[in-house]
T-cell receptor, first 115, second 111 residues
Framework: GAVVSQHPSRVICKSGTSVKIECRSL??????MFWYRQFPKQSLMLMAT?????????EQGVEKDKFLINHASLTLSTLTVTSAHPEDSSFYIC???????????FGEGSWLTVV | QKEVEQNSGPLSVPEGAIASLNCTYS??????FFWYRQYSGKSPELIMS????GDKEDGRFTAQLNKASQYVSLLIRDSQPSDSATYLC???????????FGDGTTLTVKP
């Protein structure tokens, strides 16, 4: 079964609103979680890396004020897309890495459609 | 040069053949190596992990690691159409706290 759970799997929101996506590690404590965005037929694009209890590290070109990441516990990280626009519509995927750093598991992904 | 490079695809093999996917990495401190499979519209799923030099076999999949050459590969024997997907190579340097993914190689297995 899944060891990383992501919710919601699909969400539609109106332009200008905010939407929150949750990523939970189910069987282990995740010191580090990663958030990706993937457009159709394109590679995964790393957006940010979050470590529990500290601020996320964003990749170049990713607006940290638009994509708010909170990693409040060792089992939960959230991504909030603020003031969403149609161009933010994409497949958002999280992954989690355990203490030993010996495995990374992906969540099921969340399809965001902004209308 | 990218930190993790994979064969530029797409790769096409006939059903029953061996598919060979290659990955090179630049960080010599890397200790953990992974292959993920991603079907279109789905999230990546872990199919193989390897941590020491040599071969690791799991069913039809064999991962090969050569740290001296900074090379990791994935062989898929008796390829099936259901193996058609994008395969991602990932490398973790635990000491540096860094994980890096390749861009992926798309494999098509033709019936």
């Amino acid at each position: 079964g899944a060891v990383v759970s992501q919710h919601p799997s699909r969400v539609i929101c109106k332009s200008g609103t905010s939407v929150k996506i949750e990523c939970r590690s189910l069987d282990f404590q995740a010191t580090t979680m990663f958030w990706y965005r993937q457009f159709p037929k394109q590679s995964l694009m790393l957006m940010a890396t979050s470590n529990e209890g500290s601020k996320a590290t964003y990749e170049q070109g990713v607006e940290k004020d638009k994509f708010l990441i909170n990693h409040a516990s060792l089992t939960l990280s959230t991504l909030t897309v603020t003031s969403a626009h149609p161009e933010d519509s994409s497949f958002y995927i999280c992954s989690a890495e355990g203490f030993s750093g010996n495995t990374i598991y992906f969540g099921e992904g969340s399809w965001l459609t902004v209308v | 040069q990218k930190e993790v490079e994979q064969n530029s695809g797409p790769l096409s093999v006939p059903e029953g053949a061996i598919a060979s996917l290659n990955c090179t990495y630049s960080d010599r401190g890397s200790q953990s190596f992974f292959w993920y499979r991603q079907y279109s519209g789905k999230s990546p799923e872990l199919i193989m992990s390897i941590y020491s030099n040599g071969d690791k076999e799991d069913g039809r999949f064999t991962a090969q690691l050569n740290k001296a050459s900074q090379y990791v590969s994935l062989l898929i024997r008796d390829s099936q159409p259901s193996d058609s997907a994008t395969y991602l190579c990932a490398v973790i340097d635990t000491n540096a706290g860094k994980s890096t993914f390749g861009d992926g190689t798309t494999l098509t297995v033709k019936p």
